[in-house]
């Protein structure tokens, strides 16, 4: 039987799964419950998907991180993660917030996104560890939020970062949403990577006639201020393929453009030299 909770707002799969089975006593979460899996070469999407709990296109589209990846021109890679496993986090005013709105603290599905450390719309880092109980979120229930949340610390400092690096992660996280929130449009991979490398060209990236990878790394990576080594651009990167990470090519992407309007223009301008675009969500 498939009794899952209502979905809620940007709500992570694995977050609904974890709340059934808090409220059914039904133990602790697995992760083939909620690991959703693409084949190669697949089309038709919801047909090809394989998940114990039989996600329904609903909420492969609203409770994944499969709109992103659709957005960038990964939804056939089957190296491409939409379902983490890792790097479960919270934002504590979010919880606070729906604690009190709702009832319910939950996860946000673009909070797992590796390379995102703020809110994107409280500015808030990321905890990754309750800072209540030092219990990792991705152990921990969803029902203890609410005596943990209690004790949660809006430190002042966090709050009132105005930096350039701080900034740049809170738009980059706003870039990841829009994206994440774009179900419209499914570009060819071939098309996003043409029109990401046009734009790096652009920008000056171009050596002996190829992209200058080192520096676009450096540069990224001071941007977002990515010091710690998981959240870095790998700088053995030479080209953008399929199997480049969803957080890497994200980055990449943001850096490139930085608001989701350009990416789509200039992606609808590369398609053009193809076949026609005429669904791609740019404004009239």
Not at 233 to 251: A, H, M, R, W
Request: contains cysteine.
């Amino acid at each position: 039987m498939n009794l899952l909770p209502t979905t809620l707002p940007d709500e992570y799969i694995g977050s609904v799964i974890r709340r059934k089975n808090e409220l059914f006593n039904l133990g602790k979460l697995s992760r083939k419950e909620y690991k959703i899996t693409p084949p190669f070469n697949y089309r038709e999407t919801l047909t090809y998907f394989t998940c114990e709990s039989n996600p329904t296109l609903e909420t492969l589209m609203e409770a994944t991180l499969f709109p992103l990846a659709k957005s960038l021109g990964l939804s056939t890679s089957p190296l491409t993660v939409i379902t983490p496993r890792d790097s479960w986090r919270i934002c504590r005013q979010c919880i606070t917030t729906d604690l009190k709105n709702i009832g319910v603290g939950y996860i946000r599905r673009h909070h797992l996104l590796a390379s995102i450390k703020v809110c994107d719309l409280h500015g808030l880092s990321l905890d990754e560890i309750c800072p209540t109980c030092n219990t990792s979120i991705k152990m921990h229930l969803n029902s203890s939020f609410h005596e943990c949340a209690k004790s949660f610390n809006f430190n002042k400092n966090d709050q009132g970062k105005e930096n350039k690096i701080h900034t740049a992660n809170i738009k980059y996280a706003k870039f990841v949403l829009e994206l994440l929130h774009c179900n419209t449009h499914n570009p060819d991979f071939s098309n996003v990577r043409t029109a990401i490398y046009n734009q790096l060209r652009k920008l000056g990236y171009e050596l002996n006639g190829s992209i200058h990878w080192k520096h676009i790394c450096v540069d990224v990576n001071s941007l977002l201020g990515e010091f710690i080594h998981k959240n870095k651009i790998d700088f053995s990167i030479g080209q953008l393929n399929p199997i480049t990470s969803l957080g890497s090519i994200t980055k990449i992407a943001f850096f490139a453009f930085r608001t989701t309007d350009a990416y789509w223009r200039s992606v609808r301008e590369t398609s053009y030299m193809g076949k026609a675009l005429n669904d791609c969500p740019l404004p009239a």
